[in-house]
């Protein structure tokens, strides 16, 4: 994490006048190009991608200063009430891109907008990408002036998903519900086809394993082609039925949440043109490994890198570094509010597979939930924390915001970590973890929203108090929605007790 990447995301001090004069460059090139659309993206609070389409032609310079009046608030999760709907979308110009599959209607050009509220043009308090932003201001007031974020990003590519007997029947139960995965590299499938991978065996596999390569390719080449991310890998990742993994170049806070968002859009896009399901559901297979999100992260100031350290013998750490693990640490049953938002997420946080299920922090130990990557030795740009929680359904913009402002709050408190444990730590008894001071992650959604509850002042310098409780009601009815309903698996336990 050296050199700083081109320079996106805009910043939060960027005067009006500045945005337009980027905006008249990107609107310069839709017209050179002859691109009918522009396509306006932003976030709601759940971490879902919506847009609109406006005529190329209805959009000026003054958008991208101003914003454009467009969005009902009240309709979008966790944003506004009915009478106090009115919002505006304002384009960020550096966020530019061309979808691929635009050209049948006359080609698209994407932007990615910030939300303000309608009438005062005030930054939304429930914007993620907007509490991103405002993290990043947090951190240079504590003087960091640059932090670097390399989410990787796991999923499933599926030749089919059903719902049985159909949509609504799952939704509400009634008569009884159940799922069927389709993928011809699956053990359950793919007996004709010679290209099975069995449980826990697709890390790196390759062909005739690996039958999806050209398909991650294609996605990965558009991403770079057309939304300008610089890609470092794709592979096939752990579990079957065609799960694979897209790493990123390292970026600044907010242009790598903007990545993310973009990395999930094309790959669905792609998957559907293909006629496969994406899914960044953390875990659809049962017995194999679920979808993570690690997300790499590190702190600059003066364009060095705070978290390295030559003279630490154990991992080149600073101490800041370590004050940084000590608050993720601190608040990791808290942060899985959002890092693990949905109950789908603590099927995966189970023993045996390689998602953490303890709070420890280790040198290349994938045992523990925070983890010093030590590929290199004496290399400053590379040092960096790997924060392993995380998973795929999460939102980047809060997932990104939540983790710099607990690691900030271990910093500012000074909270050393306790020693790192060098062990595969599903194997130590109970008693040697209580030794070692390591604690559990939350067992469920509803556990993790009460941590939340109880430990939520360290995100007080950015997120709005009514953004939280807006994201808890949500999550809590989620919770209580999947207890209501009974279960298949129940139905083989008790159905004859």
């Known amino acids: 994490m050296a050199a700083e990447p081109e320079r996106r995301g805009g910043a939060i001090g960027d005067t009006e006048a500045e945005?337009?004069?980027?905006?008249?460059?990107?609107?310069?090139?839709?017209?050179?190009?002859?691109?009918?659309?522009?396509?306006?993206?932003?976030?709601?609070?759940?971490?879902?991608?919506?847009?609109?389409?406006i005529p190329a032609t209805e959009v000026g310079p003054e958008a991208f200063g101003q914003g454009i009046p467009k969005l009902d608030g009240s309709s979008v999760r966790g944003f506004r009430e009915i009478f106090e709907s009115d919002m505006i979308l304002r384009p960020d110009p550096t966020t530019?891109?061309?979808?691929?599959?635009?050209?049948?209607?006359?080609?698209?050009?994407?932007?990615?907008?910030?939300?303000?509220?309608?009438?005062s043009r005030e930054p939304y308090a429930h914007d993620p990408r907007g509490i991103a932003r405002r993290t990043g201001q947090v951190l240079r007031e504590a003087g960091y002036?640059?932090?670097?974020?390399?989410?990787?990003?796991?999923?499933?590519?599926?030749?089919?998903l059903r719902l049985l007997p159909s949509a609504n029947a799952v939704r509400d139960a009634w008569g009884g519900s159940g799922y069927l995965i389709e993928s011809a590299e699956a053990p359950w499938n793919a007996a004709e086809t010679g290209s099975v991978v069995r449980f826990k065996e697709g890390y790196h596999r390759a062909l005739p394993n690996d039958s999806l390569e050209g398909l991650r390719s294609e996605m990965c080449n558009i991403l770079a082609d057309h939304f300008r991310i610089r890609m470092d890998a794709h592979h096939h990742e752990v579990a079957t039925a065609g799960q694979g993994e897209i790493n990123m170049h390292f970026d600044a806070l907010v242009p790598a949440a903007d990545h993310v968002q973009d990395i999930r859009y094309v790959v669905r896009a792609v998957a559907r043109?293909?006629?496969?399901?994406?899914?960044?559901?953390?875990?659809?297979?049962?017995?194999?490994?679920?979808?993570?999100?690690?997300?790499?992260?590190?702190l600059w100031s003066g364009g060095a890198n705070t978290f390295f350290d030559e003279t630490d013998r154990y991992a080149e750490v600073s101490q800041t570094c370590r004050?940084?693990?000590?608050?993720?640490?601190?608040?990791?049953?808290a942060l899985c509010a959002l890092t693990?938002?949905?109950?789908?997420?603590?099927?995966?946080?189970?023993?045996?597979?390689?998602?953490?299920?303890?709070?420890?922090?280790?040198?290349?130990?994938?045992?523990?939930?925070?983890?010093?990557?030590?590929?290199?030795?004496?290399?400053?740009?590379?040092?960096?924390?790997?924060?392993?929680?995380?998973?795929?359904?999460?939102?980047?913009?809060l997932t990104e915001a939540a983790l710099a402002l607990a690691g900030l709050d271990g910093i500012r408190k000074k909270i050393d970590p306790p020693a790192p444990v060098d062990a595969d730590i599903y194997k130590l008894?109970?008693?040697?973890?209580?030794?070692?001071?390591?604690?559990?992650?939350?067992?469920?959604?509803?556990?993790?929203?009460?941590?939340?509850?109880?430990?939520?002042?360290?995100?007080?310098?950015?997120?709005?108090?009514?953004?939280?409780?807006?994201?808890?009601?949500?999550?809590?009815?989620?919770?209580?929605?999947?207890?209501?309903?009974?279960?298949?698996?129940?139905?083989?336990?008790?159905?004859?007790?």
């Open 19 to 53: 945005r337009t004069a980027r905006g008249t460059a990107a609107l310069e090139t839709i017209r050179q190009e002859k691109i009918r659309w522009i396509e306006l993206y932003y976030t709601d609070l759940l971490g879902g991608f919506n847009h609109i389409h």
């Open 96 to 119: 530019y891109a061309t979808l691929p599959w635009a050209a049948a209607y006359g080609g698209s050009a994407r932007f990615i907008c910030d939300v303000l509220v309608g009438g």
């Open 145 to 160: 002036d640059q932090s670097y974020w390399g989410p990787e990003i796991e999923f499933f590519l599926f030749d089919n």
């Open 273 to 298: 043109q293909h006629q496969k399901v994406a899914s960044f559901m953390p875990k659809p297979v049962f017995g194999d490994n679920g979808s993570g999100m690690h997300v790499n992260q590190s």
């Open 323 to 333: 004050y940084y693990i000590g608050g993720l640490l601190r608040h990791a049953r």
């Open 340 to 397: 693990n938002p949905t109950t789908n997420s603590y099927r995966r946080l189970v023993p045996g597979f390689e998602a953490p299920v303890f709070i420890a922090w280790s040198r290349a130990n994938r045992s523990a939930n925070v983890r010093i990557p030590f590929y290199l030795k004496g290399v400053p740009a590379a040092k960096r924390i790997e924060y392993r929680t995380p998973d795929a359904a999460a939102n980047i913009y």
């Open 429 to 497: 008894s109970p008693a040697r973890r209580r030794e070692l001071e390591i604690r559990e992650l939350p067992g469920s959604l509803g556990e993790a929203l009460e941590c939340l509850a109880s430990d939520a002042e360290f995100l007080a310098p950015v997120f709005a108090r009514s953004a939280l409780d807006a994201f808890v009601e949500i999550k809590r009815e989620e919770q209580l929605q999947l207890n209501l309903r009974p279960h298949p698996y129940e139905f083989y336990r008790y159905f004859d007790v």
